[in-house]
Structures are given as C-alpha cells and as structure tokens.
Nanobody, 126 residues
Framework: QVQLAESGGGSVQAGGSLRLSCAAS????????MGWLRQAPGKKREGVAA???????SYADSVKGRFTISRDNAKNTLYLQMNSLKPEDTAMYYC????????????????????WGQGTQVTVSS
C-alpha cells in the first residue's frame, strides 16, 4: 500500500512563491514517472510538470520558466517550486506517481498514474 501526501499549499498574492512537497509512505520504493497535476473549479485536470526516475523533466507551457519540479528518491519525496505565481495558477494541486516497473514516456501531458495524493489547495490573489 502506497500513500502520497501533499503539503505546502496556501494563499499568496500574485508574484509570490510556494513550494509544494509530496511525501510517500507505506510500501515505498523508487517510483517511475512522477508528476504534479492541477484542477481548477469547473475545469479539467491538467498536467503541470513531470519528472523521470532519474531527473528528466517536462513542463506545461503555462508554467515553463516559473515552476521547477524535482525529486529526492532517497526520501521518496517530490517537490514543486512555484515562482511568479499568477491568479490563473489557482487550483487544487495533486501529486502522482507510477509504480517502479512501469516504463513509458514521462511528460507533463500524462494524466493517468498508478498512485495519487489527496491534493493541496493553491490560491493566488491579484
């Protein structure tokens, strides 16, 4: 059993920064592709960023240059550093991960993963 738990969300003004973390617990191992996705009210869930097992990254065009995804495999933790936040970044942010035996193209366009967190809310005011 694997659990993913996000933290670090909150409310900030436009131009501010937040750092999201996603800690894995339970039966942990080095996951495959991991990602951050978000969903705003009334909108479909969208991929924000993804990172391969050993570091290759992919970002949605809307966050390139502002967000940075990283992971610490030793700590089974995923991060998302968000800078220059905009009101349109307001959403529930979810972390997700592939099981270790799953090999596939890891990109920010991936929306289906094996494991999911419960989400953390990010609100950016203008």
């Amino acid at each position: 059993q694997v659990q993913l738990a996000e933290s670090g969300g909150g409310s900030v003004q436009a131009g501010g920064s937040l750092r999201l973390s996603c800690a894995a617990s339970g039966r942990t191992y080095i996951f495959g592709c991991m990602g951050w996705l978000r969903q705003a009210p009334g909108k479909k869930r969208e991929g924000v960023a993804a990172i391969e097992r050993y570091g290759g990254t992919s970002y949605a065009d809307s966050v390139k240059g502002r967000f940075t995804i990283s992971r610490d495999n030793a700590k089974n933790t995923l991060y998302l550093q968000m800078n220059s936040l905009k009101p349109e970044d307001t959403a529930m942010y979810y972390c997700a991960a592939d099981r270790p035996g799953r090999w596939r193209l890891c990109s920010s366009q991936v929306k289906e993963f094996d494991y999911w967190g419960q989400g953390t809310q990010v609100t950016v005011s203008s």
